[in-house]
């Protein structure tokens, strides 16, 4: 299958519209709730709390025996909110910084669930097999059933999102004001957590504990190149998030061989890349080439001051001085007198130059500029 046939089957084949859509609304959620853990510098949040929650799986497995996936969830949910209260409570109540505590319970909890699992794999029961897709994620198991489940979540999501945003906002840029403006913090903090928490859970059967934290940060890291704005970065990132998903979904159901999940992580590591590169306001490409500029008008600047101080010394500003002079000056190039030139700063007769009135006009504004600021 290639991309042109999957595009037209995906609304009419049964399996695939439930993984595009699945893996698009996924996406969606991932990328607004993870735009909070970004600005609040909680990046392995994310990590861990997918982490943590593998014991909940495997526990809910052992109590229940069967392989329900709304089970199996609600265990992961149980497990992925300790895990996060947990780091809370360390950070809180001890004197450990929040990256110890991440680590502590990202370790911890994952080589609990890996231990379960071990144990379950050598149980007489065939029903753990395929367990371990949790780890991993495998999208072609998504049924409707799941994919309402998203849309459930995603709604919820959107409401108390919209409900509490402006104590979101707070929370993230401010707590003391916030605290101050009377806002219960602790339980604006416990919302925003317990929905990435249920956010990271919904998507462990498509991406998997491994690969979760970065469905969560990459559109999240992506759509803060683009803007200033938490409204804007919240939106960017679900479409970022969303299309990771579609687009993974897509790649993966046109080739052999290729789980839908990582594919999902490397298309949203592309934007992540083309937004670190091309966005204009902090991308790597237009910085240099905003360094390049300024350097160049810094050269400019230089060497038309450096002229305003030997034309002052004539009565007529505008007298020809040889073009040798300006070669022991550091910030003299041939580029930077063509460019004088080409703004009529500067007249050229041969080897000789002058300022033109509105270069020595310009270069007076600068040469006092200089000054002011070296005064001061």
Not at 108 to 114: C, K, Q
Not at 145 to 158: G, Y
Not at 163 to 169: A, H, L, T, V
């Amino acid at each position: 299958m290639n991309l042109q046939d999957y595009f037209s089957l995906v609304f009419s084949d049964y399996t695939l519209r439930n993984i595009t859509l699945g893996t698009a609304i996924l996406g969606a959620v991932c990328g607004m709730l993870g735009s909070f853990a970004v600005l609040r510098k909680q990046s392995l949040l994310g990590d861990a709390i997918s982490h943590a929650a593998l014991p909940g799986i495997a526990v809910a497995f052992l109590v229940t025996g069967a392989k329900d996936s709304n089970i199996l969830l609600l265990g992961a949910l149980v497990s992925g909110l300790i895990g996060a209260f947990w780091i809370r409570a360390i950070v809180t109540k001890t004197h450990l910084k929040s990256d110890t505590a991440l680590g502590l319970i990202l370790s911890l909890f994952f080589g609990f669930g890996m231990l379960l699992l071990t144990f379950i794999q050598k149980q007489p029961n065939a029903n753990q097999a395929g367990l371990d897709k949790y780890l991993f994620g495998q999208a072609a198991t998504l049924i409707e059933a799941d994919v309402w489940l998203m849309v459930i979540v995603a709604t919820a999501c959107l409401s108390i999102l919209l409900i509490f945003w402006k104590e979101f906002k707070l929370l993230l840029f401010d707590v003391n004001y916030a605290k101050t403006l009377g806002f219960n913090t602790k339980f604006i903090d416990s919302l925003m957590t317990s929905f990435i928490v249920v956010a990271i859970v919904i998507g462990l059967q498509t991406v998997g504990v491994v690969l979760m934290s970065a469905m969560l940060l990459a559109p999240a890291a992506a759509a803060r190149q683009w803007t200033n704005s938490l409204a804007k970065m919240v939106c960017l990132a679900a479409v970022f998030g969303a299309f990771s998903g579609v687009l993974g979904t897509a790649v993966s159901a046109s080739q052999n061989n290729l789980s839908t999940g990582p594919v999902i992580v490397i298309i949203a590591g592309v934007f992540v890349l083309f937004s670190f590169i091309f966005s204009p306001k902090r991308g790597l490409l237009f910085k240099r080439l905003r360094f390049i500029k300024n350097r160049r008008d810094l050269e400019l600047h230089k060497t038309l001051a450096f002229m305003h101080g030997i034309a002052e010394t004539h009565s007529n500003t505008s007298h020809p001085h040889t073009v040798k002079i300006l070669n022991n000056f550091q910030g003299y190039t041939k580029k930077t007198l063509k460019k004088l030139a080409d703004k009529d700063y500067v007249s050229l007769q041969g080897n000789m130059w002058s300022l033109t009135d509105k270069g020595f006009e310009a270069a007076s504004n600068l040469y006092n500029q200089l000054t002011k600021s070296n005064n001061e």
